[in-house]
């Protein structure tokens, strides 16, 4: 166990200091940190609402940081380009999040054109059981990108590797509201940029603590 939870530390020091530079980033991964705990609390009674707001808040502002607002250029800090951090990117990186993205915002095309979903469901009376469908369809998505790459990792890294960046996903809302509960009163400051990056070493200290 305990190589897992530093193999689980790494992970989520990693994702820090290579993707999460802007304060911009950081304070909407605040907002979806915390629509995100919302969500897990609506699970056990509204799944599908919950999802709904999963994805239309907080996966909407997260990808919206780190697609818009993350710098792509060359990182100082770390002495790594924009490209070779996508290529040692353990989960999503731009690309695959760009193709997961995507599939979520064509899927309600899927209930409109089948409105019985291959005979899963019954055809929405309402918008409001199509909204529900819909969230449920999302709730899949959701679920099936989570166990993709973990498996995935499973092939090409190994079991650890993949259970590991499981865990920091599902946990991920709750560390990073620990993490940039700060974030907004830098912005009001004129802070965009997160200098206090380059005090640490590589895996020298937690940022959370500091």
């Given at each position: ?45 509204e ?24 710098p ?80 995935q ?8 590797t ?17 993490l ?31």
């Amino acid at each position: 166990m305990t190589g897992f939870f530093e193999t689980l530390r790494i992970q989520r020091w990693d994702d820090h200091r290579y993707y999460h530079h802007s304060r911009v980033n950081q304070a909407l991964h605040l907002l979806s940190a915390v629509s995100f705990v919302c969500a897990y609390m609506m699970m056990f009674k509204e799944p599908a609402l919950a999802a709904l707001l999963g994805w239309l808040v907080s996966m909407t502002s997260r990808q919206i940081g780190h697609l818009v607002f993350e710098p792509k250029t060359y990182d100082h800090v770390n002495q790594a380009t924009h490209e070779y951090k996508e290529e040692i990117k353990v989960g999503y990186n731009l690309k695959r999040k760009i193709v997961l993205m995507t599939i979520w915002a064509l899927s309600p095309l899927w209930p409109l054109v089948n409105p019985t979903m291959l005979g899963l469901c019954e055809a929405p009376a309402t918008w409001l059981d199509f909204a529900r469908h819909v969230g449920y369809l999302w709730l899949v998505i959701g679920v099936g990108g989570l166990l993709f790459r973990v498996v995935q990792l499973f092939i090409i890294k190994d079991v650890q590797t993949g259970l590991v960046w499981g865990t920091k996903i599902i946990t991920d809302p709750f560390h990073d509201i620990k993490l940039y509960h700060r974030a907004p009163a830098a912005l009001m400051h004129g802070n965009f940029i997160d200098h206090s990056l380059a005090e640490y070493g590589e895996y020298e200290a937690d940022p959370v603590n500091r």
